[in-house]
């Protein structure tokens, strides 16, 4: 399989990455990295993920890293990653939200 960042998923890594910049830019380097190779180990194992837990019974899972939630979702033969954020938030519900444009359907 492949995996594929949304860019509303890149634009919160990025987020992520000023954040943790303004203290050590070094260190946030580091760990977008670390989310990014986390997402990547989907490639092989798609269903490493959890059941997303605010939303039960959908098709959307996440893998943490460190204080952070990946989710994603499974599209044919693509991982899609859709969001990151912090753990203890709640899921950016907006995020979840796939543009049609990146999958058309097959009618």
């Given at each position: 399989?492949?995996?594929?960042?949304t860019d509303q998923a890149f634009e919160r890594l990025a987020e992520i990455e000023q954040y943790i910049a303004r203290d050590d830019p070094a260190t946030a380097e580091r760990f977008i990295d670390r989310l990014i190779d986390r997402s990547q180990s989907l490639?092989?194992?798609?269903?490493?993920?959890?059941?997303?837990?605010?939303?039960?019974g959908s098709e959307f899972r996440e893998l943490v890293?460190?204080?952070?939630?990946?989710v994603y979702r499974l599209q044919g033969d693509t991982v899609v990653v859709l969001t990151?954020?912090?753990?203890?938030?709640r899921?950016?519900?907006?995020?979840?939200v796939l543009d049609d444009r990146l999958f058309p359907s097959s009618d």
């Open positions: 399989m492949k995996v594929l960042w490639a092989d194992h798609p269903g490493l993920g959890r059941i997303l837990p605010e939303l039960l890293e460190g204080n952070y939630r990946i990151v954020f912090e753990g203890h938030r899921p950016p519900l907006d995020d979840l």
